[in-house]
């Protein structure tokens, strides 16, 4: 999942934001998401520290409600987030120098009064290319859109009853994939294990295994029983 996540408190400008990345996004067949902010306060902070995969962030340097230099901050250094994406995007140029030279990690400084809808086709483009290159991921296509899920944000695969199909829970949603779950097992790394014939599990995901009820529970709050005798021991050595 691509999380695109325009901040800026001009309306006229985040329609001309997502209108842009709408249409680029037609030359691609990825599943994505948009989410607008019109200022740095608890909401994005929250959605922040959210965990719901890939973040392309095109924050504008000076809004009503915060400053996009420091939102930059609190997603590197306070969520020690180093993996998503962040564009400056403002009228502001007189802060290019201050903004890209604060070790932030920025992709780019896109002036909003100088060719900004080609900056941000060509901002996307290169953030695309990090999308492919980084964590390990489960790709996969259903329903004619290309889905990419990182292995980190696995928490299980299950079979659906009566179907040719499984179910993947992950950190912010399900997911659905065609396939049998000895087929996904291959495409796997080391971190996953077949707990029963209808269940798979991330073992970095799991928090605790009651071998007497047979409960195995994970990072999110969530269930299962589906643990086969023979997994027993297996489950108990990673919880331990």
């Known amino acids: 999942m ?19 990345i709408d ?12 989410f607008h902010f019109d200022g740095y306060g608890n909401d994005f902070e929250k959605f922040v520290n959210k965990d719901i995969g890939f973040k392309i962030y095109f924050l504008d340097i000076k809004t009503s409600n915060g400053s996009g230099l420091d939102a930059a901050r609190i997603i590197r250094e306070k969520y020690n987030d180093w993996a998503s994406i962040i564009i400056m995007v403002t009228s502001h140029s007189e802060f290019k120098f201050e903004a890209l030279g604060n070790r932030l990690y920025l992709l780019d400084f896109i002036n909003k009064l100088d060719n900004c809808e080609e900056m941000v086709r060509d901002n996307i483009t290169k953030a695309l290319k990090n999308y492919n290159q980084r964590h390990k991921s489960l790709s996969y296509e259903y329903n004619h859109i290309l889905h990419k899920i990182e292995f980190r944000n696995i928490i299980c695969i299950e079979k ?11 950190t912010y949603g399900t997911n659905y994939i065609p396939g049998t779950l000895n087929d996904l097992l291959d495409k796997l790394d080391e971190r996953f294990i077949k707990t029963h014939r209808s269940l798979i599990v991330n073992k970095d995901k ?8 047979n409960i195995l529970s994970f990072i999110d709050g969530s269930t299962t029983n589906q643990v086969a005798r023979g997994k027993k021991k297996e489950l108990m050595q990673i919880v331990n």
């Open 2 to 20: 691509i999380n695109f996540v325009v901040c800026d408190d001009n309306k006229t400008f985040s329609k001309l934001m997502k209108r842009t």
């Open 23 to 34: 249409n680029y996004m037609l030359n691609y067949e990825f599943e994505y998401k948009i």
């Open 160 to 170: 659906e009853q009566d179907s040719k199909r499984c179910i993947i829970k992950t």
């Open 206 to 213: 799991i928090s605790s295994f009651d071998s007497k009820t």
